[in-house]
């Protein structure tokens, strides 16, 4: 969708954002940081964009629905034969 984001630093999370490129990650239950980073993304609409724009970059080169199938099928050929 090409937003900015701000999550926490998980594993699924950290996948996905990359702090201070895609979005920003902060400490699990730091709602001071996670706050600060949200208002540093609502204060500077280039920044938001700029940070959306990388985000949806990255997902379609990281996450392409057709190469995700592909990769699939043969861990299952791989697996079945």
């Given at each position: 969708?090409?937003?900015?984001?701000?999550?926490?630093?998980?594993?699924?999370?950290?996948?996905?954002?990359?702090?201070?490129?895609?979005?920003?990650?902060?400490?699990?239950?730091?709602?001071e940081k996670f706050t600060q980073q949200l208002q540093?993304?609502?204060?500077?609409?280039?920044?938001?964009?700029?940070?959306?724009?990388?985000?949806s970059k990255l997902v379609k080169e990281k996450f392409?629905?057709?190469?995700?199938?592909?990769?699939?099928?043969?861990?299952?050929?791989?697996?079945?034969?």
């Amino acid at each position: 969708m090409s937003k900015p984001v701000v999550a926490t630093k998980t594993t699924g999370s950290q996948e996905i954002v990359l702090d201070g490129q895609t979005g920003f990650l902060v400490p699990i239950n730091d709602a001071e940081k996670f706050t600060q980073q949200l208002q540093k993304i609502l204060a500077n609409p280039a920044l938001a964009r700029k940070l959306g724009a990388n985000a949806s970059k990255l997902v379609k080169e990281k996450f392409n629905r057709e190469k995700n199938i592909k990769q699939i099928v043969n861990a299952w050929e791989k697996i079945a034969i």
